[in-house]
C-alpha cells in the first residue's frame, strides 16, 4: 500500500482525477479528517473538503503507472 498526498483545485482536476482512478483495477481511499470514501466516486470526493490536501491510499504495491499519471496533483 501507497500513502501520499493530493490537492484537487478544480472541478476537471476532480473530474481527471476519477477518470484515471477508473481505469485500474486496485482500490483507492481518499481520506480528509474523519472521512473515507472511495477514489472511484465523483460524488463522494466532493463531499470532501477540497481546500486542503487529501490523503491517498492505494491498495496496490505496483502503482507506479497510476502515479505517474497524477504526478501533476501530488502534495508533500
Do not use: Q, W
Not at 477508473?22 to 465523483?42: C, E, H, P, Q, W
Amino acid at each position: 500500500m501507497k500513502t501520499f498526498n493530493i490537492l484537487l483545485k478544480s472541478i476537471n482536476d476532480v473530474k481527471d482525477f476519477v477518470n484515471v482512478v477508473n481505469k485500474y483495477d486496485f482500490d483507492v481511499d481518499l481520506t480528509s479528517g474523519r472521512y473515507i470514501v472511495d477514489a472511484k466516486s465523483i460524488m463522494g470526493i466532493f463531499s470532501l473538503d477540497l481546500s486542503k490536501p487529501i490523503k491517498v491510499e492505494v491498495h496496490n504495491d505496483n502503482s507506479d503507472a497510476f502515479m505517474n499519471e497524477i504526478k501533476g496533483i501530488i502534495v508533500d
